[in-house]
């Protein structure tokens, strides 16, 4: 669906103008919403300096030689930046997508850059950093982003100090640290949607060297997607309590140490696959008589509302994980400093999913003597989820994961008047074991002769993975005069894996089932194998920058910059694996960047911008198995991608800020042949005979090429009221994009802008707040992943919260 021709062209300009009107019309409704009249605030006469620590020491955002970002305290506050993927709507360079099943393989792109992975084994492209410690999968950090300082969007390859998997980019997390001012707050909120979340934190000191501060968050939400089925509740639900603890101590003068623990418990509803279109490869009536439990016209209703489900198996997806870490700084000297971060990390997940994604069930059934039972459960679907086998080593259908690591980074850091050196050394000893089972039940097929009854197919499996991974790396800066400034830096990275794969693949003819529960008989299978590998990899490369930074005046300077990237080992630990693709090849990439970063009309307007251009060798991805909801890891080719970004800030009057920001971003593949999706005729491209498509130039997915968005902050004091009133307005656009790798027609996202909204008054003294605020308010729907698995589930998508409009209430107290 590229689209080649100037008339599409100018449709989709056309329209992104005329979406550029909801914003614009929100923005100058906000002075005109407050009906009290307002004193005069305290003017704000310049834009405050933000400082960042992207280059692993603090500097000024206006002095970093990056494409940089940083998200405040009070913007997450203020605009309900809640999770990760809730950055997309204040940054136009990122996008983000769910995972299948669990939170393991959550996608992040940036510019046009990312794993596109729907299962773990692929390391990610964006590095995620919480705390100063890189997080081995961006999925750890899926819980609210409650007690959070600061967000650093970086983007481009950041492998010098960041590591090995930041290609595309990295996001840098900062949570609140201990003050020595006592405080403490409780906020609460509740929901249209049936929301009810309460945050409670504490702060202050608990001797004359020790600071201390705690947060806890406790969250309760009903299913956003109804199901039908009487024996299970509304899915996608959340029930979750975490907790965030900070311990500051001061050894001495020159010695200190950050000790930073969290843990989070939630149990949700998983992302259900909503079916919203028929089989290709068989029947569609079977399908919508399924998915009305025997009513087609009913199931034609259902699949036409992308909130409703009818499973009659659980969707769920529940976790555990926890963290601790210790920052320890040694001030040597005025100029050298000498840190330790040491930190350990676990996480526990399993999910569960109804693939077939209807009421559909084999029900009590022995395959030798009860055989007419078969239309009345199945409903003549080719393909009907079973809950599981004796074989399956969960003892149920579905998955689970347990991953534990330990890091250990020293860094000595020199500084003065004209350099700035960081160089150290980096481990991290990484374990996960796992195990999936999803059995299906298929159906005789008419065509095909054998096998000749009914049979359930399965391909369990267990993994236990071993990973060690080491690095040392240094970076310097030099003021070669006072208007040019010079930075190199180098990483070396090397990693080693072992793999323990267990797997059987079955398709047994002889089976006994009770209550969607199959015994079945190997003895007699029409096939039994093992797949059994013990399998060791190993990877290492470099990464690097050098540039140069130039200040053409006070408020003014241009930097230009080559980046080097390194993904070392991705694994491919599904019923895919062997000895021989056990492994991924590494990804490099190639980038090169101009930026500009300026002030204007006496520092009320901030202005960064970059333009550039990425290679990306031996990209890892996931790409979908024929006929199922699975997915196997491989290497994509080559992508290449350029563009540019642009952020800003205005301060348009003493009591309203305006935020806004625009990416343009071209990227394609280049020498990528992959399997046709179901369908694919030689007109749309694809080699009947070899059943291949040629991808050379084509998007990849979670790749708009524009995006763009802004918001609006106006704060004022009521007249002869000790209150202040705030109104925020945010809109996202983003272009149509594909979702999933292969490209189907069926499987794009349109074009669609989002709108959020909030009103609120704050106390002088900031003691009491209480605001109203509304996410999506123009119900505008989207998915952020579409999939196809035809003949068992059809064309499916997620269905998120967001995808709809909800209202809530939101108060704080503070002490």
């Not at 601790?324 to 330790?340: C, G, H």
């Not at 524009?706 to 609006?712: A, D, E, I, R």
């Not at 983003?734 to 106390?763: C, I, W």
Request: aromatic residues 10%.
């Amino acid at each position: 669906m590229k689209i080649n021709n100037n008339k599409e062209t100018d449709l989709r300009l056309c329209k992104s103008s005329s979406m550029l009107a909801v914003p614009l019309i929100a923005m100058s409704l906000l002075p005109i919403s407050i009906t009290a009249q307002a004193q005069q605030a305290k003017a704000r006469n310049v834009i405050e300096e933000v400082i960042v620590t992207a280059q692993k020491r603090e500097q000024s955002i206006a002095d970093v030689p990056l494409s940089i970002q940083a998200l405040g305290a009070d913007k997450l506050e203020r605009e309900r930046i809640e999770s990760l993927g809730d950055l997309r709507f204040v940054s136009p360079s990122f996008t983000f997508s769910a995972a299948t099943g669990g939170g393991l393989a959550n996608s992040i792109s940036m510019r046009g850059l990312g794993s596109f992975s729907s299962e773990g084994g692929v390391q990610p492209s964006v590095s995620t950093v919480l705390d100063g410690v890189p997080l081995s999968r961006s999925g750890e950090f899926s819980a609210d982003l409650g007690d959070i300082e600061r967000i650093e969007v970086i983007t481009g390859p950041q492998g010098t100090l960041f590591g090995r998997n930041s290609t595309a980019g990295a996001l840098n997390i900062t949570r609140k640290g201990p003050s020595p001012e006592f405080e403490a707050s409780i906020e609460g909120s509740v929901t249209d949607d049936s929301e009810r979340v309460l945050k409670l934190m504490l702060n202050g000191p608990l001797s004359d060297s020790i600071l201390g501060r705690v947060n806890i968050l406790s969250k309760d939400r009903d299913g956003h997607i109804r199901n039908l089925h009487a024996d299970h509740g509304d899915a996608g639900g959340d029930e979750s309590l975490a907790a965030v603890a900070k311990l500051a101590i001061d050894f001495s003068d020159a010695v200190s140490m950050m000790i930073s623990a969290d843990f989070n418990d939630s149990e949700t509803g998983g992302n259900p696959l909503v079916t919203f279109d028929t089989d290709t490869l068989y029947d569609p009536e079977a399908r919508y008589t399924a998915l009305g439990d025997g009513d087609a016209e009913r199931g034609r209703q259902i699949m036409a509302d992308p909130f409703t489900i009818n499973n009659n198996s659980p969707d769920f997806y529940n976790f555990e994980q926890w963290g601790i870490v210790a920052d320890l700084t040694w001030q040597l000297s005025d100029n050298w400093t000498l840190k330790s971060l040491t930190s350990a990390r676990g996480w526990e997940q399993e999910f569960g999913l109804d693939i077939d994604s209807t009421p559909a069930s084999v029900g009590n059934l022995n395959s030798l003597t009860a055989n007419i039972t078969e239309t009345e459960n199945t409903y003549g679907l080719f393909a009907v989820a079973v809950d599981g086998t004796n074989y399956s080593p969960l003892g149920r259908s579905g998955g689970a994961n347990s991953v534990d690591y330990q890091t250990q980074e020293l860094r000595l850091e020199y500084g003065d008047e004209r350099m700035s050196v960081v160089a150290g050394g980096y481990y991290q000893n990484y374990h996960e074991d796992g195990a999936v089972a999803v059995p299906v039940w298929v159906r005789q097929n008419p065509d095909i002769p054998l096998p000749p009854t009914p049979f359930i197919v399965s391909d369990p499996y267990t993994n236990d993975l071993e990973q060690t991974s080491w690095a040392v790396f240094g970076d310097v800066t030099y003021d070669v005069t006072d208007i040019f400034q010079v930075f190199a830096g180098l990483r070396w990275t090397d990693e080693q894996a072992k793999l323990d794969h267990q797997q059987r693949s079955f398709v047994a003819s002889v089976y006994s089932c009770e209550n969607n529960f199959c015994d079945v008989d190997l003895t007699v299978a029409i096939l039994n194998e093992e797949n059994n590998h013990v399998t060791d990899g190993e990877a290492a490369d470099w990464s690097g920058r050098l540039g140069g930074r130039w200040t053409l005046s006070d408020d003014t300077n241009v930097y230009t910059s080559y980046s080097r990237g390194f993904i070392g080992i991705g694994v491919n630990y599904t019923r895919s694996s062997t000895p021989e693709n056990a492994y991924l090849n590494p990804s490099v990439s190639d980038a090169y960047e101009v930026g500009i970063k300026t002030m204007l009309f006496d520092s009320r307007m901030q202005l960064h911008g970059a333009m550039f251009y990425q290679i990306v060798e031996e990209l890892q991805t996931t790409k979908r198995v024929p006929g199922s909801t699975q997915t196997a890891p491989i290497n994509a080719g080559n992508l290449y991608t350029q563009g540019f970004e642009l952020n800003g800030t205005w301060l348009a009057t003493q009591s309203l800020e305006i935020q806004f920001g625009a990416a343009f971003t071209d990227a394609e593949f280049r020498d990528f042949e992959l399997d046709c999706y179901v369908g694919q005729s030689a007109e749309d491209g694809c080699n009947t005979n070899t059943n291949i498509q040629d991808m050379e130039g084509q998007q990849p997915p979670q790749a708009p090429r524009f995006k763009y968005t802004l918001s609006g902050n106006y704060e004022r004091q009521l007249l002869d009221l000790p209150m202040d009133v705030t109104l925020n307005a945010n809109y996202v656009w983003q272009d149509e994009t594909a979702t999933d790798l292969k490209r189907h027609p069926k499987l794009f996202q349109e074009a669609y802008g989002l709108l959020n909204v909030s009103a609120g008054l704050r106390t002088h003294s900031g003691k009491y707040e209480i605001s109203v605020f509304g996410r999506n308010v123009t119900d505008e729907f989207y998915a952020l992943r579409k999939g196809h698995s035809d003949p068992v589930t059809g064309y499916f998508q997620y269905t998120v919260r967001g995808a709809q409009a909800y209202w809530g209430v939101n108060g704080k107290l503070r002490f």
